[in-house]
């Protein structure tokens, strides 16, 4: 079995989730959203036995990486034994804003 890494959500991360669940929850209801949020966590998640899976962000380069989940970019990057979920981004948004130095080093609380 290989290395399993810790995923962290990054504070951006999370409140990108919030607006995501807030958004769809409006147009298609509330089971709707949170259904769509818990899947985006899941995929999150899967990275930790294959982080290498995600494709290399085209706007940024490394370190930032990517796992498409219906309309949306998971971008992350590796550190060490750790996954940083950066960004929840919606692919009809263009290009992600990543703000390098937003994530919060050492915050244990979002790490799962």
């Known amino acids: 079995m290989g290395q399993i890494y810790i995923v962290i959500f990054a504070p951006q991360s999370l409140r990108d989730l919030e607006a995501i ?4 929850s409006l147009h298609a209801g509330g089971e709707t ?5 818990k899947q985006l966590v899941e995929k999150s ?4 036995s294959l982080p290498e899976r995600g494709r290399i962000v085209p706007e940024t ?4 990486r990517e796992i498409i ?3 949306y970019r998971v971008i ?4 060490g034994d750790n996954i940083e979920i950066v960004r929840f981004w919606h692919a009809a948004r263009g290009v992600p804003e990543i703000d ?3 994530f919060g080093r050492g915050d244990p609380q979002h790490g799962i």
């Open 33 to 37: 959203a949170e259904r769509l949020g």
């Open 45 to 48: 998640l899967s990275l930790r």
């Open 100 to 102: 390098s130095d937003e």
């Open 69 to 71: 989940y219906r309309s």
């Open 61 to 64: 380069g490394l370190p930032y």
């Open 76 to 79: 992350y990057r590796l550190n």
């Open 21 to 24: 669940v807030r958004f769809i």
